[in-house]
């Protein structure tokens, strides 16, 4: 028994089956990564002044990412295009260069995760001298810290490529372009005069928390969407011989959800990379 509407549009809503599903598959979406933008925004808005970290992600890797997906969505469209006009072999060229920008995409963006893995913010005790790569010697107010690269940690020091994070200065940068004209050098500090030191990782911060649940879960959608074009493009390819008109919708319906995330993503590069 063949199962209505697979190709032919539904008389109730003038679209056929998976059409409607993917359609209020995203309207869940929308609700999840909306609730997670709100809470973000809260957070943000709600923040003592200087208290919201800046600077931390690097801005060009952002853009290099916005850059891959929009790439990228113009290839899904265009190799669902390719496929109406009974070209299958430019529709197979356009989802390779979809599937290679997904690759780009995770790549980068997990060169950032490592990236916050390896940077580390140090609390010192007051009074405590640390040296700088260029010779010179500071003695470390209360309130100071280090922040930077983790270089070395050994039983006797740790040596961060970074600079000394003052409260009172740190209050006063308010966007990431501050943050990035402050100058960095190798310090190194005693182990014994080291009070706490911790990474950037999700447990840091409230911002951490949510920067790494954001992207992560966009991370898993942009594997999911690569997963179910990647076989389309694959082992489902033989569709294309026996039901032509059903593995044009089927890819139509994964290039929606495609959309989809690289519509997340714009909103969440200004988001989390500039403001």
């Known amino acids: 028994m063949d199962i209505p509407y697979t190709v032919e549009p539904r008389p109730d809503t003038g679209l056929f089956n998976a059409k409607v599903g993917i359609w209020l598959f995203l309207a869940s979406e929308v609700m999840l990564f909306g609730a997670l933008f709100s809470s973000y925004i809260l957070l943000r808005v ?20 916005t850059i891959v997906l929009i790439v990228s969505s113009i290839t899904v469209v265009m190799a669902w ?11 197979k060229m356009y989802q390779t260069v979809t599937l290679l920008c997904a690759v780009a995409f995770l790549c980068i963006k997990s060169y950032e995760y490592h990236d916050k893995f390896i940077h580390y913010e140090v609390d010192i005790n007051p009074g405590a001298v640390v040296h700088f790569e260029d010779g010179k010697d500071v003695t470390i107010k209360a309130g100071d810290s280090v922040d930077g690269h983790l270089i070395e940690r050994s039983a006797d020091k740790v040596v961060i490529h970074g600079h000394i994070v003052n409260q009172a200065e740190a209050s006063a940068v308010t966007h990431a372009w501050q943050e990035s004209e402050i100058k960095e050098q ?10 706490f030191m911790e990474n950037y990782g999700p447990w840091h911060n409230t911002y951490t928390a949510i920067y790494f649940t954001l992207t992560g879960l966009h991370a898993l959608h942009v594997i999911g969407g690569a997963l ?4 389309i493009w694959g082992p489902g390819a033989g569709m294309w011989k026996t039901d032509p008109e059903r593995y044009t919708n089927r890819v139509e319906v994964s290039g929606l959800f495609w959309h989809f995330v690289d519509l997340v993503w714009i909103f969440l590069f200004p988001v989390l990379y500039l403001l």
């Open 228 to 231: 179910v074009i990647g076989f």
């Open 46 to 65: 709600g923040a003592a002044p200087g208290a919201w970290p800046h600077g931390l992600l690097n801005v060009w890797l952002g853009m290099t990412n």
């Open 186 to 195: 190798e310090i190194t500090i005693k182990q014994a005069d080291v009070k």
């Open 81 to 91: 295009a390719s496929l109406k006009m009974k070209d299958f072999g430019k529709f």
